[in-house]
T-cell receptor, first 114, second 116 residues
């Protein structure tokens, strides 16, 4: 079956613009996660969805970052007023809603802020 | 708080030689432990996982890892590496069964180079 799908694969935008990143999880996976991978910070957790609700938003770095999930499926991560330090690869993962199930990752969106 | 340490930033191994990548975790109870591999421009692929039971776990691509509670370690091994194993390897942990689905805490990664 299809894996986790993320779009766009690459995004280049100017500082100050808003961007939306999309994640389409594996069908039937109710848990969805966003991570950020950058040279200086490594792999960092951003937010976790259980269905459409987000019980853990502890990793969102500022109020410019938000995410939503609708229909228990697709999720969008929005970054407002982008800054150069937002440049990173944004990875999405999904899993079944069982604690012994691993997370499966998409190929990520590479975001570059000019 | 959890933490995962991968002490080796970069390892170079000859093709056909054995491999061991180190991973240490810091957590009071037994965490869930994972190894992921990332090729350039790709996402993370799960190699293997440890939840409970047998401390020697087998994964894909001929990899195995051993959980050692006394050493807080979960080292990844392969008896004979192939050129296609060149990639970045990440060890990760989550807090385990009492906490539901949990975010992963990652180590900083080990870049593996294979020489002919």
């Amino acid at each position: 079956g299809a894996g986790v799908s993320q779009s766009p694969s690459n995004k280049v935008t100017e500082k100050g613009k808003d961007v939306e990143l999309r994640c389409d999880p594996i069908s039937g996976h109710t848990a969805l996660y966003w991570y950020r991978q950058s040279l200086g910070q490594g792999l960092e957790f951003l937010i976790y969805f259980q269905g459409n609700s987000a019980p853990d938003k502890s990793g969102l770095p500022s109020d410019r970052f938000s995410a939503e999930r609708t229909g228990g499926s697709v999720s969008t991560l929005t970054i407002q007023r982008t800054q150069q330090e937002d440049s990173a690869v944004y990875l999405c993962a999904s899993s079944l809603e069982r604690v012994d199930q691993p997370q499966h990752f998409g190929d990520g969106t590479r975001l570059s802020i000019l | 708080a959890q933490s995962v340490t991968q002490p080796d930033i970069h390892i170079t191994v000859s093709e056909g030689a054995s491999l061991e990548l180190r991973c240490n975790y810091s957590y009071g109870a037994t965490p869930y432990l994972f190894w992921y591999v990332q090729s350039p421009g790709q996402g993370l692929q799960l190699l293997l996982k440890y939840f409970s039971g047998d401390t020697l776990v087998q994964g894909i691509k001929g990899f195995e890892a051993e959980f050692k509670r006394s050493q807080s370690s979960f080292n990844l091994r392969k008896p004979s590496v192939h050129w296609s194993d060149a990639a970045e390897y990440f060890c990760a942990s989550s807090r385990g069964s009492n906490f539901g689905n949990e975010k992963l805490t990652f180590g900083t990664g080990t870049r593996l180079t294979i020489i002919p």
